[in-house]
C-alpha cells in the first residue's frame, strides 16, 4: 500500500480541526472548506499550530455566485514558510451575514478585508477599519457583484468649466449595439479578385 504524500498528512491534519467541515486536493493544491462560527479560533490554531505554522496569510479574495444563498465564498490563502506548505481555507455567507475578522491573527489582512468589502460588499464583524479602498468617494455598490451593471452608476469627469471633478449619472455617447462577431469574410461568397478569375472562367 502506497504512503500518504505530505499533502495528504496535511490534509488529514487538518480535516480533524474544529470548524473544518471538509478537505481536497486538485491540482496539487490543498483547500479546506470552514464554517463561519470559530473562524477566529481556526486560523489562530493553523497559526501557532507546529504542525501547521502558518506564518502568513498571503491574500483574502471573494468569488461571487449569485444564484446560491450564501452567494460569496471568502478565500483565505495561508503560507508556512517554515514548512513550505500552503492552506487554502473557504467560508461562505450572504450578502448581510457578516464574517469575523482575522486582522488580530494577521495583521495584513485588514487591507484584504477592506478590499473585499469595497469590491464584493462582504461584511467583516470586528474589522475597525471597514471602509472603501479602491473606489471613489461616494462610489454607490459593489463593481465586482456579478449583477453590477458593467456601466456602473455615476460617471466621474473634470469640469473645466467649474476647474472641478464632477461626478453625473452614466450618460452613454451611443446606444449599445448587437456584435453577431461573424467575420465579415464568412459571410461573403465571393471574395475581393474572386470576380476576376470567374470572368476569365467564363470566357475560356
Known sequence: MAEDTPLERLGDAVAGL????????????????????GLVALMTMLRDDPRFAF???????????PERADRFDVVYNLLSVSLNQRLRVIVTTDAETPVASIHEVWPAATWWEREAWDLYGIIFSGQPDLRRILTDYGFEGHPLRK?????????????????????????????????????PWEAMTTLPGDEKVQTERAKG
Open 18 to 37: 474544529p470548524g473544518v467541515t471538509g478537505t481536497s486536493i486538485q491540482l496539487g493544491e490543498l483547500t479546506a472548506r470552514a464554517s463561519r462560527d
Open 55 to 65: 506564518e502568513q496569510m498571503m491574500d483574502l479574495a471573494g468569488v461571487d455566485w
Open 147 to 183: 449583477d453590477f451593471p458593467l456601466t456602473g452608476y455615476i460617471e466621474v469627469r473634470y469640469d473645466e468649466d467649474r476647474k472641478a471633478v464632477v461626478y453625473e449619472p452614466v450618460k452613454l455617447t451611443q446606444d449599445f449595439r448587437n456584435f453577431d462577431f461573424l467575420s
